[in-house]
């Protein structure tokens, strides 16, 4: 049996969601179907609510930025719940040596900073006067070139480990911090544009690319009341509503005689549409996608993607010797746990716990190899709280927790990476009805999924649009 649909999106991550609603918002006329592999719809965006505590199982918020996961939001008809990060978000530590030092955030603190020598403050000053370079680098190269080696070591290396668990020497600079790549190439210097973009802070000026501080990016850090980030899995899943098959694997994708894609499921009726959206993380989208498109799979396929233990931890306040400050920390390399960073939860969203606890969200392993990833969770948990302990100087055992490991959740960006995979998905679109999206391609955060799932759902309705026209348009 053959269920015929105009669109079906394999994949019920937050990409193949967002896509999904999107098309339908625009076109209420077309038939969607979303097919999601596990029991539920997500991907590794929603939280885990148990009594009083909300655990983040992926990204603990979004930054609002105005647009992107802002606009789906508005569209939705949820902005009302959102809540804003406290104060607190605006700062950022490094984990070095079992001891927490704030990263500085201005000039003063620069000079002030215990982590770095005279020598290391002095070359990082001089990057005004460093040739800009137009080639792509990796990060650690891009740091170095700019900032000097000891920069590089103390806060490139840990600021990568600690937001996708990758590595610096291979991580494209591009890949994950494009916009600070562009203050190169458009003033010549980083501090330079770092400097006009605060003077232009309060100007619209669409054309300049604009990096905020970190305090800047603290106060636009948002989660939902109530349930985080499930929040707005659940509301988007309530709109889909019987769009969405969970427990559908996709096993093959075929391109008929006719032009259409037949989409073969492990158990059940396989589906035809005129249009198909692989929104699936990379090595699952390699297996649907190389019978038609041998290089896209073959640039997948080599994209790391390193494993990630994610360890909440409850402590009474009344244990807590020094309580933690800021959105989180990073970690410098070398801890027995294989701690990559962490984020305060509690601190900057209170109502995640109990009020008369903390709760510390760890992020853990991040190399093929690293022994945390392969203990039992007793072990696990016994190897974080012992660094937590150091750092924070607790007295007690925790009084909650909860464990979650993550294979492959986040691929690592090489160099040359978004060139290659634009020209790539062109390719792709030239099949005639196959797209494809997800973290794969030009961002791994919330705001880039949105944004990409928008971008491929754009392109579906265009093309529904030619072969059908209705006047009619969805909220």
């Given amino acids: 049996m053959v269920d015929r649909r105009d669109v079906v999106v394999i994949g019920g991550g937050i990409t193949g969601l967002t896509a999904a609603y999107e098309i339908i918002r625009n076109r209420p006329d077309a038939s969607v179907t979303v097919l999601e592999a ?3 719809v997500g991907g590794i965006v929603g939280a885990v609510t148990t009594g009083r505590y909300v655990v983040d199982i992926g990204p603990h918020g979004f930054i609002d930025n105005g647009s992107d996961t802002r606009l789906l939001i508005d569209r939705l008809g949820i902005s009302g719940d959102l809540i804003p990060a406290t104060k607190e978000a605006a700062k950022i530590s490094l984990l070095k040596d079992n001891r927490i030092y704030q990263i500085p955030g201005t000039l003063g603190q620069l000079l002030r900073t215990p982590l770095l020598s005279a020598h290391g403050k002095a070359r990082l000053l001089s990057e005004v006067f460093v040739p800009p370079r137009h080639e792509e ?58 400097v006009r973009n605060q003077q232009q802070r309060h100007r619209l000026d669409p054309v300049s690319p604009r990096i905020p501080s970190f305090r800047e990016f603290g106060n636009r850090l948002k989660t ?101 400050r800021g959105i989180g920390f990073i970690a410098t390399p070398g801890l027995p746990s294989d701690l990559l960073g962490a984020i305060h939860a509690s601190t900057i969203f209170p109502e ?35 660094d ?4 924070f100087g607790l007295k007690g055992t925790p009084v909650f927790c909860h464990e979650h490991l993550w294979r492959r959740p986040i691929p690592t960006y090489p160099v040359g990476h978004r060139p290659l995979f634009r020209e790539l998905l062109d390719s792709v679109a030239q099949l005639g009805g196959l797209h494809m999206a997800g973290n794969s391609y030009f961002g ?13 759902a754009t392109g579906i309705i265009e093309a529904l649009r030619s072969s059908r026209p209705s006047a009619a348009v969805g909220r």
Wanted: aromatic letters at 4%; hydrophobic letters at 45%; a neutral charge.
């Fill in 444 to 456: 791994v955060g919330v705001n880039d999924c949105v944004r990409d799932a928008r971008r491929a």
């Fill in 38 to 40: 596990t029991d539920r």
């Fill in 388 to 391: 937590l302990q150091n750092a």
């Fill in 137 to 194: 680098d990796s990060v650690i190269d891009f740091v170095t070139r700019r900032f000097g080696r000891e920069v590089a070591e103390k806060f490139a290396v840990p600021a990568v480990r600690g937001v996708v668990g990758g590595d610096a020497d291979n991580f494209s600079i591009e890949g994950e911090f494009p916009l600070i790549k562009e203050l190169e190439r458009k003033y010549g210097s980083v501090l330079i544009g770092a």
């Fill in 224 to 324: 939902f009341r109530g349930s985080g980030m499930q929040h707005l899995v659940d509301t988007l899943a309530a709109v889909l509503g019987e769009r969405i098959r969970l427990g559908t694997a996709v096993r093959a994708l075929e391109h008929t005689a006719e032009g259409r894609w037949r989409v073969l499921t492990d158990d059940g009726p396989a589906y035809e549409a005129d249009h198909a959206l692989i929104a699936l993380p990379s090595d699952a989208a390699v297996q649907l996608v190389r019978p038609h498109h041998a290089p896209v799979a073959d640039a997948l396929s080599v994209l790391p993607h390193p494993d990630i233990r994610v360890v909440a931890l409850a402590y009474r306040k009344t244990d807590v010797a020094r309580p933690p």
């Fill in 352 to 386: 995640q716990a109990p009020a008369d606890q903390i709760m510390i969200r760890v992020l853990a392993g991040g190399l093929p190899d690293a022994p945390i990833l392969t203990h039992r969770k007793e072990r696990a948990v016994e190897l974080i709280h012992h």
